[in-house]
């Protein structure tokens, strides 16, 4: 008897033991992920609430407060690839307007740094010859984005902005009609401005070296602004150790504010500030003159997604935005990927498209096909960016190259998302001529992080050994909860699509087996139930008449596809109920389950009739084409088309 239980107790653990083994390492692996990207997307930055709390604390007429921002390099907002990031112009307008609701009148300064670095070193002449179209469209797409940038600040109420030399020119075509104070190191040194009732000295300084610290003009100038403030604040393009040295040299400074990254010091009484680069954060300088309070003190404000958006400056965003999408010119590529790539070099070698792989690569294709690289443009085109070059780049296939995507033109579209030609390397002469040597087999750690960058996917060089099995194309099975969840790790909700028609049983099967599964997502998912209907086309005799749908199932079916895109909209919360008690009643009357589940009948069969239904069916049609969706049930997530293997579990057929 024992040898059975024993036995039995072996068997079972070497069955299941495995199985287990795998449930466990895997939610192990998912959990360090999750914790290493959350780690690597701090910053470190109080949050805009806790910094309003402290406020409370304090009255207005005790303390002088200067906002500061520097080096932002025009960077209008965060580019919105991972959650947790910081920054952007319509949060700062929020965090200033928010500060300036608590009663206190902050004076605003921006240390410079507006020209955007990025191309500093992907001058276009890494590629495209000479070309000078090339060169001034780039410059002309920064050149908005700074000119973006100083409305904004505009907007804002900032008081004064410290220029660097080479900036001088990008502002000179500028008209400034609000008092934007303009320093610069020769003539206008410095600036007094009133905070709170108390006067505050904005000193500009651009000291190369330490020798120029002690010197009779400095002096001069020092007690020149000395004399008629109650603070002085240097604003500074020096180098650390020169600001140091001035810090020693002339101990009257409160505060001696840099546009670079760095760490917060004291120098005697003197604080040393620094900037988070790309307007990541808003630094908030505090002033005070009271008795047994440190005389200065100094936070940077995350500006985090729960510092919601200032309208008027997304709006002044949405503007330059849609300026792109309209203007080619503003449209020129600055930057390529994996330019040193000897696949890539090669100009005889060209792009074809990851369909192509796919006749001889089914496995890999269809593995490929459910990750989130194969719904990397679907991204853009959701959040509205899919005509700017700087989030196109990483997003497509091959952008910048002769043969790659090129923005705006519909015969490229075969290169949206993250092909496998990123990651293998143009495949023109490999699909011909199927050998290793001409397709990169070897996939290099340093080509997934061209894209994976800090700035884009903080904490992925800690993180490739274990995301690698999600895209070597080991994994070839996974299940739908799988593929959800592997896109629920980003910032964006998973767009689900299920097309059916309302009266077909496989459609109808397949809602009882998704439709509680989805359910439990919640609102973690974006649902939406789609239709396949057709249009007449119109000829002669009817041209200018109503469009005429049609369905595969007749005119009760059109009715009914109407009146649950109706429910659906009216009702959202209780789709699922209806959708399913159709299901078990599908060919009884339609006002049993409306009231079944509580829904107001006349309500209902008054929407239906309404001409917004039209434009509705109207779109679910141009939908259904843009997928080329060819029967009912299909399932789409993302934009892409789920194989019904994944998910149809007893559903096994489909109307057409
Ligand atoms: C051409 C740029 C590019 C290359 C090269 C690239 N990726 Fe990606 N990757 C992306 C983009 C863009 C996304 C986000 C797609 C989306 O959801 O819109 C992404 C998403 C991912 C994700 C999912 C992230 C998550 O947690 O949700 C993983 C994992 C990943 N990539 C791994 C890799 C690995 C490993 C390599 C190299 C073998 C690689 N990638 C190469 C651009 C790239
Ligand atoms: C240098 C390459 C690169 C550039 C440029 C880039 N992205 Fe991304 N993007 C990525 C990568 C890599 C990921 C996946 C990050 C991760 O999960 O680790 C991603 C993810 C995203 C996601 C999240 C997708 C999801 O499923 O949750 C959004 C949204 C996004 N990018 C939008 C943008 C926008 C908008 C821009 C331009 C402002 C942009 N990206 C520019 C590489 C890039
Ligand atoms: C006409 C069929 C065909 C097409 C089309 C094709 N391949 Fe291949 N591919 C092959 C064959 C055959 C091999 C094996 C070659 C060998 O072992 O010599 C291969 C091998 C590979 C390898 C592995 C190389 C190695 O070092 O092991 C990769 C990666 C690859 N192909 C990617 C692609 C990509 C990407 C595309 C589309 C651009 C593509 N293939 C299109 C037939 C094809
Ligand atoms: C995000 C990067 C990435 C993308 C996109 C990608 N692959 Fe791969 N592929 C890999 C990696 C990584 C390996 C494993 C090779 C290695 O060890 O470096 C691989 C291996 C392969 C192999 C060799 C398989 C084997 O068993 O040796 C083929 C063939 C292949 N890929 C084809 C494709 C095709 C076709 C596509 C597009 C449908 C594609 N890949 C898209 C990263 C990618």
């Not at 709390?53 to 200067?66: A, G, N, P, T």
């Not at 007094?192 to 001069?220: F, R, Y």
């Not at 001529?433 to 904490?459: D, F, Y």
């Not at 799988?482 to 299920?498: A, F, N």
Request: glycine residues 6%; contains cysteine; hydrophobic residues 35%.
């Amino acid at each position: 008897m024992k040898k059975y239980i024993l036995l039995t107790l072996i068997l079972t653990v070497v069955v299941v033991g495995p199985f287990v083994y795998q449930q466990w390492s895997e939610a192990k692996r998912l959990r360090y992920i999750r914790e290493t990207k959350q780690l690597a997307s701090q910053i470190h930055a109080t949050s805009l609430v806790d910094y309003l709390h402290q406020l409370k604390e304090i009255s207005s007429d005790r303390v002088s407060l200067l906002l500061f921002t520097g080096n932002t390099q025009a960077q209008l907002e965060p580019c919105g690839c991972f959650i947790g990031q910081s920054g952007g112009l319509p949060r700062r307008a929020k965090a200033i307007a928010a500060i300036r609701e608590n009663g206190f009148s902050p004076l605003l300064v921006d240390l410079g740094g507006l020209q955007p670095s990025e191309h500093l070193d992907m001058k276009p002449h890494s590629f495209e010859s000479d070309d000078h179209s090339t060169d001034t469209g780039i410059l002309m797409r920064d050149q908005h984005r700074v000119q973006t940038t100083l409305t904004a600040m505009e907007m804002m109420g900032y008081d004064a902005f410290f220029p660097f030399d080479s900036e001088t020119e990008i502002l000179q075509n500028r008209e400034v009609n609000l008092p934007l104070a303009f320093l610069t190191q020769d003539s206008d040194a410095y600036e007094i401005k009133m905070v709170e009732g108390k006067k505050i000295g904005l000193v500009a300084l651009d000291l190369k070296n330490s020798t120029e610290v002690v010197s009779d003009q400095l002096n001069v100038l020092m007690s020149e602004v000395q004399a008629q403030s109650d603070f002085v604040v240097g604003l500074s393009h020096s180098p650390i150790e020169v600001n140091r040295a001035l810090a020693r040299e002339y101990p009257s400074f409160s505060a001696i504010l840099s546009p670079s990254e760095g760490e917060t010091e004291r120098v005697g009484d003197v604080l040393l500030v620094y900037c988070h680069s790309k307007g990541k954060t808003l630094g908030a300088l505090m002033l005070s003159d009271g008795v047994g309070d440190t005389p200065a003190k100094v936070q940077q404000i995350a500006l985090t997604e729960s510092v919601s958006d200032d309208p008027d400056v997304r709006k002044l965003l949405d503007d330059f935005y849609y300026q792109i999408t309209i203007d080619h010119q503003l449209q020129i590529v600055s930057h390529r990927l994996f330019a040193s790539e000897p696949l890539e070099r090669d100009d005889r070698n060209n792009y074809i498209g990851s369909q192509a792989c796919q006749e001889c690569h089914q496995k890999e294709f269809s593995q490929w096909s459910h990750s989130s690289h194969a719904t990397a443009f679907n991204t853009l085109r959701t959040v509205g960016r899919e005509y700017y070059p700087e989030c196109v780049t990483c997003h497509v296939t091959g952008l910048g190259y002769e043969s790659g995507y090129e923005i705006g033109n519909p015969e490229r579209e075969h290169f949206v998302d993250v092909g496998c030609e990123t990651c293998h390397g143009p495949g023109k002469q490999h699909a011909y001529t199927p050998l290793k040597e001409n397709i990169r087999g070897q996939v290099p750690e340093k080509v997934c992080l061209e894209c994976h960058t800090p700035e884009h996917s903080p904490g992925f060089d800690q993180l490739i050994e274990y995301v690698m099995s999600e895209v070597d194309h080991s994994r070839t099975e996974l299940s739908l909860k799988q593929i959800l969840e592997q896109r629920m790790r980003g910032p964006m909700k998973p767009e689900v699509e299920l097309f059916v028609m309302s009266y077909c049983p496989y459609g109808v099967q397949a809602e009882q087996e998704l439709l509680p599964f989805f359910e439990t997502y919640g609102d973690t998912i974006n649902f939406k139930l789609r239709f396949i209907v057709g249009k007449e086309e119109s000829s002669a005799e009817n041209a200018g008449e109503d469009i005429r749908f049609t369905s595969l199932h007749g005119e009760t079916e059109l009715i009914e596809n109407k009146r649950q895109m109706v429910i659906a909209e009216l009702y959202p919360d209780k789709l699922f109920d209806y959708l399913l008690c159709r299901a078990d009643h599908l060919h009884e009357a339609w006002v049993n389950c409306a009231k079944n589940v509580g829904l107001d009948v006349g309500r209902i069969a008054e929407a239906v009739e309404a001409e917004k239904v039209t434009l509705d069916l109207v779109e679910e049609i141009q939908r259904k084409e843009a997928l080329n969706i060819k029967g009912s049930p299909t399932l789409v997530i993302d934009g892409r088309i789920i194989d019904g293997g994944l998910w149809r579990g007893k559903v096994k057929e489909t109307c057409r």
